[in-house]
């Protein structure tokens, strides 16, 4: 159930004190310029934006399952239960052809589950190719690596330390309605190239690169 249904406020700050500790000290490291300070909140702001209409659209798709684990009995309806018993009493009652159809609803509704759960792993790649490709610069990427070992470089919460400190810890837009898109994150994000101001494309590009070639090295997009 963790993984269907997320609480965003989990997600904006750090309540383990350990851990904020850990994360405070590779900020501290890093030594942001203040442009680097926008661009990661700017980065930030969008993730969370975008993670809302993630979890919000996958809130829809678990109500629409769960209405269609328990297939309503077309006959009798009122006397149907919503219950295991109930599902077999309508099945022994009536044959299998009346959940034949929910069934297949039931299929087409966990396929698109399967897509928001894709979704949502790429909206959390597009922050890491950000930070680390557009905002960080090659030397701030190592210092990252080192100081987060042996945990994982977790953007999101280097993000969240910063909002911490700056004091703009709810800077994102609660409603979901604020989103700006990728031109916009690419635009304070470092994206003054215009020829690479989709992030996108520049993402797919460095995982094909990465695949041909196998090395496991992504070239910086700033250094170019």
Known sequence: MELMVRDMGQL???????????????????????????????????HLNKLRKVYQDRQELNMQAMGLMLPRCPENASQ????????????????????AREN????????????????EQRTVM?????TMHRILSPLQCAL???E???????????????????????SFDRTGSGSQGHNDMSNS??????????????MDKAVQSVTHNGSGSLSHSSSK
């Not at 295991?84 to 022994?92: A, Q, V």
């Not at 987060?148 to 709810?170: G, K, V, Y």
Request: glycine share 6%; aromatic share 6%; hydrophobic share 35%.
């Open 80 to 99: 149907a239960k919503s219950s295991l018993e109930g599902k077999l009493d309508c099945m022994s009652l009536n044959g299998y052809s009346y959940t």
């Open 144 to 146: 990252f690596f080192v």
């Open 189 to 202: 994000a470092g994206g003054s190239n215009g020829n690479d101001g989709n992030v996108d494309a520049q």
């Open 148 to 170: 987060a070992f042996p945990t994982h470089c977790d953007c999101l919460a280097l993000a969240n330390i910063l909002a911490f400190q700056l004091h703009r810890e709810d």
């Open 104 to 119: 297949v609803d039931l299929n087409s509704t966990l396929d698109k589950i399967k897509c928001n759960l894709r979704k």
């Open 12 to 46: 904006t700050h750090i309540e383990c004190s350990v851990k904020r500790a850990k994360w405070t000290q590779v900020l501290a490291v890093l030594q942001l310029s203040p442009t680097q300070q926008d661009q990661l909140m700017a980065n930030r702001k969008e």
């Open 126 to 130: 597009e922050l890491n190719f950000v």
